[in-house]
Every structure is written in structure tokens, then in C-alpha cells.
């Protein structure tokens, strides 16, 4: 039996780059890749300084991110006629715990439209993400 896939993307020039969709749909559920803080252009959305190294310097933009980053996932979730209301899990990949702790609760709050999102969530952190100023990547799951 051949699996039913209904791949969407945004887009952007990493899709075809690396080779991915950014969101499948299988059944009436949605699986969304990693999500990040880009524009409509591919430009990352409050980049995080680098030194030297290519290290960042420090996580000030992490709001500015999340943000961005959950307005993405509300795009490719409206291509299957979806929103962030369908989501039922979410797992948070960011560079620094604390900052991201700081932000989440009011830029979760906002995203989902309620005091208490109704949505399974996790978070880690991990040294380096896709992009260098990349500061933090959200993965979803959402149910039509």
C-alpha cells in the first residue's frame, strides 16, 4: 500500500537545497518541519550577532524570533487550511534555555490565542541550529 503524502513548502531556497518539504500531510494529520525566523525572502528575522568564530554572541533577539518563527508555522499550516489551533504537539529547538524561557509564555500565549495553550510542548536546547544566527527552530504537529 503507497502511503497518501500532500507535501506543501514556502518557498524558500533551503527546500530544494536540502531536499525537504516543509510541512506533509498524511491522513488529517499535518506534520511541520522545523520552523524558523524568516522573511518572505529567506532573511532571518532578528539575527543573532556572531564574534569572530561564527559563535553567537548573545540571544537578546529570541523574542523577535519566536515570533516570527510561530507566524511561519500559522503560513504553512494555512496551506492545508489549518492554523496554530490544529496544533496538538510543538517541540522548541533553541540555543539558550533561559532566554527562550523568558519569551515563551507570552509569545506562546499570543500565538495560540489563550492563557493556557491547549498543546503538548517541548523544549531543548542545542549548541548550534541549521543557520548560524539561527537562535530557534519549532517543529509542530496539528490534526484537521
Do not use: C
Not at 556572531?50 to 540571544?59: T, V
Not at 518563527?69 to 522548541?92: D, H, M, W
Request: overall charge negative; glycine content about 10%; aromatic content about 6%.
Amino acid at each position: 500500500m503507497t502511503l497518501s503524502k500532500d507535501a506543501r513548502g514556502l518557498g524558500m531556497p533551503w527546500e530544494d537545497l536540502y531536499g525537504y518539504a516543509q510541512a506533509i500531510r498524511v491522513g488529517d494529520t499535518i506534520y511541520v518541519s522545523g520552523q524558523l525566523s524568516h522573511d518572505d525572502e529567506g532573511n532571518i528575522v532578528g539575527p543573532a550577532p556572531l564574534n569572530e568564530k561564527g559563535e553567537i554572541l548573545d540571544h537578546s533577539n529570541m523574542e523577535t524570533q519566536m515570533r516570527q518563527t510561530y507566524a511561519n508555522a500559522g503560513k504553512i499550516l494555512g496551506r492545508y487550511g489549518a492554523t496554530l489551533q490544529n496544533v496538538v504537539e510543538e517541540v522548541l529547538y533553541v540555543t539558550d534555555m533561559d532566554a527562550a524561557f523568558s519569551a515563551a509564555g507570552p509569545v506562546r500565549k499570543k500565538a495560540y490565542g489563550s492563557e493556557r495553550p491547549a498543546v503538548a510542548s517541548t523544549i531543548v536546547t542545542t549548541s548550534r541550529l541549521a543557520l548560524p544566527t539561527q537562535l530557534i527552530e519549532i517543529k509542530f504537529t496539528a490534526r484537521v
